[in-house]
């Protein structure tokens, strides 16, 4: 799948039950997954090449749905709740912790973009969603985020940190590893 234009992008849906989400889409399903705060709606925008198509909050844990993204009517872009948000309340966590769930295993996924952010190890949540990545053979991309706030030795810690992993530097500020997340999208996007 390559000519895909990135600018021409809309939103299409959003799920708060997995039962809301037509059994059969007609496009791939790229998937993006990290903890709140990761800068999961800024990354996508930056490979939107939008400002405001996905919405930032200045709080966690603000994405509480599956929202699907159209792109050049040829694939979906999927933003998944973030994980690892300690102030909302348990029934909340659990519901769309099990929402989220549903969705990955159902066998729908064509690529999961598994963000984290670069500036620090990976913490239990993400250790345990890299694990769930392993063990369902998910196909799977790790990126990096924040990678402008880190300087030069301080990536050169956290690569080695990084390093049994296959993953992209990127930063929403910069625009570090768009066209590299972009081509790796394209090639799952079949």
Same mark, same amino acid.
């Given at each position: 799948?390559?000519?895909?234009?990135?600018?021409?992008?809309?939103?299409?849906?959003?799920?708060?039950?997995?039962?809301?989400?037509?059994?059969?889409?007609?496009?791939?399903? @790229? !998937?993006? *997954?990290?903890?709140?705060?990761? +800068?999961?709606?800024?990354?996508?925008?930056?490979?939107?090449? %939008?400002?405001? =198509?996905?919405?930032?909050?200045?709080?966690?844990?603000?994405?509480?749905?599956?929202?699907?993204?159209?792109?050049?009517?040829?694939?979906?872009?999927?933003?998944?709740?973030?994980?690892?948000?300690?102030? @909302? !309340?348990? *029934?909340?966590?659990?519901?769309? +912790?099990?929402?989220?769930?549903?969705?990955?295993?159902?066998? %729908?996924?064509? =690529?999961?973009?598994?963000?984290?952010?670069?500036?620090?190890?990976?913490?239990?949540?993400?250790?345990?969603?890299?694990?769930?990545?392993?063990?369902?053979?998910?196909?799977?991309?790790?990126?990096?985020?924040?990678?402008?706030?880190?300087?030069?030795?301080?990536?050169?810690?956290?690569?080695?940190?990084?390093?049994?992993?296959?993953?992209?530097?990127?930063?929403?500020?910069?625009?570090?590893?768009?066209?590299?997340?972009?081509?790796?999208?394209?090639?799952?996007?079949?």
């Amino acid at each position: 799948m390559n000519n895909i234009n990135w600018h021409n992008a809309t939103h299409h849906s959003s799920y708060g039950k997995f039962s809301q989400i037509p059994a059969v889409t007609e496009k791939p399903e @790229i !998937a993006f *997954s990290g903890r709140s705060n990761v +800068g999961k709606s800024s990354s996508i925008n930056k490979l939107l090449n %939008r400002k405001s =198509l996905v919405r930032v909050s200045s709080r966690p844990g603000k994405t509480i749905t599956i929202n699907y993204f159209d792109i050049d009517e040829k694939i979906y872009i999927v933003d998944l709740p973030g994980y690892g948000y300690a102030k @909302i !309340a348990r *029934s909340e966590k659990e519901r769309f +912790g099990v929402l989220t769930e549903k969705y990955l295993q159902s066998g %729908r996924v064509a =690529l999961l973009v598994q963000l984290i952010d670069f500036r620090h190890p990976p913490t239990k949540d993400d250790l345990i969603m890299l694990d769930f990545l392993r063990e369902t053979g998910i196909n799977h991309v790790i990126v990096l985020t924040k990678s402008d706030k880190l300087k030069k030795t301080q990536r050169e810690k956290m690569r080695e940190v990084f390093k049994e992993y296959k993953t992209i530097e990127f930063s929403a500020e910069t625009g570090e590893g768009v066209e590299e997340l972009r081509q790796v999208i394209e090639n799952h996007g079949n």
